[in-house]
Structures are given as C-alpha cells and as structure tokens.
C-alpha cells in the first residue's frame, strides 16, 4: 500500500471544490454606535437616578440605564441627552463621561460589534413616563439602590465613579 503524500487527503488525490458549492465568506462585522446614561435629580433628600425596565427573551424585566442609537449627523453627547429624554421622559445636562462598554453579538445573521458610551447627567426638566415602545418601565431609584437594581454587570461597574464625580459637580 503505497503512502499518501502530504499533499493530497489519505485515500485519494486533492479534488478541488467548485467555488458554487464553497461555504460563503463571512461578511464584515458590522459597527454600531449608542449613547445614554445615568441622570440623576439631586433635587430631594436623597438623590435619584432614572432607570429603564425592558423584558428580556424570557419576559424577565430587566432593569438598565437608557440608552440608544446615535443618528447620523448627531454627537454622542446629543445622542445620550436625547435617548434619556425618550426613554424616560427626562431632559438632562451632560455632567461628565461615564465611560464606554462594547460587545459583539449576532442579528439577522450579522455579527455585529457594538459600543454604548454613556455619560453621567443632571435632570433639568420633565416628568417620568414610560411612553417610549420598548421600555416597559421607568422608576425614580434611590442613587444607593443602582448598582443593586441594574442587570448588567458592565453597567454597574460604570456606577463605581458616581459618588466621585457627583461630589466633583457638587
């Protein structure tokens, strides 16, 4: 039995797979870019911050910080003050940078890489209301109870500089 060569498959010579029939190259991640944050009224006792509930898969409410899609033409800034506003029905003022989280997942076939940018803001006008179509829920929450409530663990990890710059923005 003669041995194959390094070249070709054990049991036969190399047979070239016509490009009709070849698995389709992957197509590009594509980029998407968010913003949102974390306002808070300082206006009472105890300060508050504005979450949002969404349902997950699983009908489970899930509790996070506003946030959404930057539009073309639209800064990162404009696009978390605007965000807030629609999702909780608050206007606020951008006091400092919270940070950034991205991650990757996949939708309609397309793996996509996603980075949120969020920022830290003060409520300057409005009134609470759910009226935005994927929030299910939005509640005024004791500053203390953030980190608690939120359910994402990327999210809670941008809570540990509020205390700070609260105090920096006195």
Do not use: C
Request: aromatic share 4%; proline share 8%; no cysteine.
């Amino acid at each position: 039995m003669a041995a194959s060569s390094p070249n070709s498959p054990v049991g036969g010579p190399h047979v070239p797979v016509p490009s009709d029939i070849r698995a389709p190259r992957r197509t590009p991640p594509s980029e998407e870019t968010s913003a949102g944050g974390l306002v808070v009224d300082r206006s009472g006792d105890t300060a508050s911050a504005a979450l949002i509930g969404r349902l997950d898969r699983r009908g489970r409410l899930m509790w996070s910080l506003p946030k959404g899609h930057v539009e073309p033409g639209e800064t990162r800034e404009e696009a978390a003050i605007r965000e807030v506003q629609e999702e909780t029905g608050i206007s606020g003022r951008i006091l400092a940078p919270l940070g950034a989280i991205d991650f990757w997942f996949v939708a309609d076939g397309r793996r996509i890489h996603k980075t949120v940018h969020h920022f830290l803001m003060e409520m300057v006008g409005g009134q609470l209301s759910a009226d935005d179509a994927e929030v299910v829920e939005v509640q005024w929450v004791p500053l203390t109870d953030v980190i608690s409530r939120l359910a994402y663990a990327d999210e809670r990890r941008l809570m540990e500089s509020v205390p700070q710059l609260l105090a920096d923005y006195g």
